[in-house]
């Protein structure tokens, strides 16, 4: 599960929040992002620094599901869900089962 506050998440490394490596850039740059229909932060050197994106269902707890697989690490998350319309992200997980049952992923 996942709280929404700000009806936006964000999906980023947690050594780039506080003094890390890089710093993730301020809460109101992250709201322009987000409000701009863009996904992508970066640093001001362009580096990839994170994923965010409006909740589309505005505040709340959300359900978030992990598909494991297995790799040459041991098993591994391979793919995130974070499930804003609840019905719709269930079919999406489905889905993604299936295809790791198929060895798709």
């Known amino acids: 599960m996942i709280g929404v506050d700000s009806g ?44 965010v994106s409006p909740s589309g269902m505005g505040d709340g707890v959300y359900p978030v599901y992990a598909v494991e697989s297995d790799s040459h690490f041991g098993k591994r998350v391979s793919a995130l869900v974070v499930d804003f319309e609840l019905e719709k992200g269930q079919v999406l997980m489905a889905k993604l089962l299936e295809r790791q049952a198929k060895g798709m992923t």
């Open 8 to 51: 936006q998440v964000i999906v980023t490394d947690p050594a780039y929040i506080g003094k890390g490596k890089y710093d993730l850039p301020s809460y109101d740059k992250i709201t322009k992002v987000s409000l701009a229909g863009k996904s992508q932060l970066k640093s001001g050197a362009g580096i990839k620094l994170a994923v």
